[in-house]
T-cell receptor, first 111, second 114 residues
Framework: GENVEQHPSTLSVQEGDSAVIKCTYS??????FPWYKQELGKRPQLIID?????GEKKDQRIAVTLNKTAKHFSLHITETQPEDSAVYFC??????????FGAGTRLFVKA | DAGVIQSPRHEVTEMGQEVTLRCKPI?????LFWYRQTMMRGLELLIY????????DSGMPEDRFSAKMPNASFSTLKIQPSEPRDSAVYFC????????????FGQGTRLTVV
């Protein structure tokens, strides 16, 4: 069946450094790729998304890139801050609704 | 809008008891999802509804789990009988009926079955 693989499962960076999280998906029909951030004890919240007709999208310190040929997409966080510490989930959506989440990456930003 | 509202926030119950989780989606959203989150399995989609109709329940783990959506503003997820392995955080989410739209999550219900 369809799946989304996410790496790494844990990432520790020094404040100010960049963090990169990568996901690969299996369903070539997937056309929407959101990223969610989940702080400890809280709900997942959308931080950025990208659609299949776009290769890159940026929002301040956060950017996402998509390679449809290779079926992978990545989240880039620059100038990391302690408040970026959280679990990040990628997802791939096919058609309207079928959503497959990655397993999550726990990001630690050390001050 | 207050967002997706779930109740209770925390539930502790004994094995064998019935558990009912509740969700109120964002007004105007046509899709409602129930997810389960555990350390071992991450975020799993259990079931989703479109216009109150269950569309895909292939993620429901077994017959002990059931979900209903009697109207556009209310859904329940029921576990009967509950087991310790059902302990998890259960999230409800809703989204608009458009392609490629964000799912808004509720605060979740942390269920502990002892």
């Amino acid at each position: 069946g369809e799946n989304v693989e996410q790496h790494p499962s844990t990432l520790s960076v020094q404040e100010g450094d960049s963090a990169v999280i990568k996901c690969t998906y299996s369903d070539s029909a997937s056309n929407y790729f959101p990223w969610y951030k989940q702080e400890l004890g809280k709900r997942p919240q959308l931080i950025i998304d990208i659609r299949s007709n776009v290769g890159e999208k940026k929002d301040q310190r956060i950017a996402v890139t998509l390679n449809k040929t290779a079926k992978h997409f990545s989240l880039h966080i620059t100038e990391t801050q302690p408040e970026d510490s959280a679990v990040y989930f990628c997802a791939a959506i096919t058609g309207y609704i079928k959503t497959i989440f990655g397993a999550g990456t726990r990001l630690f930003v050390k001050a | 809008d207050a967002g997706v509202i779930q109740s209770p926030r925390h539930e502790v119950t004994e094995m064998g008891q019935e558990v009912t989780l509740r969700c109120k989606p964002i007004s105007g959203h046509d899709y409602l999802f129930w997810y389960r989150q555990t350390m071992m399995r991450g975020l799993e989609l259990l079931i989703y509804f479109n216009n109150n109709v269950p569309i895909d329940d292939s993620g429901m783990p077994e017959d002990r789990f059931s979900a209903k959506m009697p109207n556009a503003s209310f859904s329940t997820l029921k576990i009967q009988p509950s087991e310790p392995r059902d302990s998890a955080v259960y999230f409800c989410a809703s989204s608009l009926s458009q392609m490629n739209t964000e799912a808004f999550f509720g605060q979740g219900t942390r269920l502990t079955v002892v």
